[in-house]
């Protein structure tokens, strides 16, 4: 494995151990050459997954975008990060599972929603205002308000 920081080939390996939710090997290691320690994750992946985006071009699905998107939506709201860990490798788990080898990008984002609807309101609507582009304040307003109106039925039932 190569150093992030010094890009020297052969860092060593210090320490090893399952992820909390046994989905990925922990793996601390160490640089001779510079001294850096940082971690790694090892993962299984089942297949190659290629998702195809609303305009039609193709790229290999990226675990750590994913990541990044669902960090922005939570970022300064209290949810525990091994949660938003949990989510990322379900959904992954989900497409690899699913059978296909091209996901669209819509589905991926459904399930981005659906999890953060569950996880968190205020990360929930961060997601939707981009993944359904709001252009105004409006379109907040009416997002928000079928949130609403979806947990008054929850309640009154």
Request: glycine fraction near 8%; hydrophobic fraction near 35%.
């Given at each position: 494995m190569r150093c992030p920081f010094c890009s020297y080939d052969d860092t060593q390996v210090k320490d090893s151990r399952p992820s909390e939710d046994n989905a990925a090997i922990r793996r601390r290691r160490f640089c001779p050459s510079c001294g850096s320690r940082f971690t790694t994750f090892e993962r299984v992946q089942l297949r190659e997954l290629t998702v195809v985006k609303k305009?039609?071009?193709?790229s290999i699905f990226d675990r750590e975008k994913l990541a990044r998107s669902l960090q922005i939506a939570v970022r300064k709201r209290p949810v525990d990060p091994e949660r938003v860990e949990r989510i990322i490798n379900g959904i992954q788990r989900r497409l690899e599972s699913s059978g296909e080898t091209e996901i669209q990008s819509a589905s991926i984002g459904e399930m981005v929603m659906e999890a953060l609807s569950a996880l968190d309101k205020v990360a929930y609507v961060r997601?939707?205002?981009?993944?359904k582009d709001f252009r105004e304040a409006k379109d907040f307003g009416a997002f928000v308000g079928k949130i609403d109106d979806s947990d008054t039925v929850?309640?009154?039932d």
């Open positions: 305009n039609g071009s193709r997601f939707a205002s981009v993944y929850l309640e009154d």
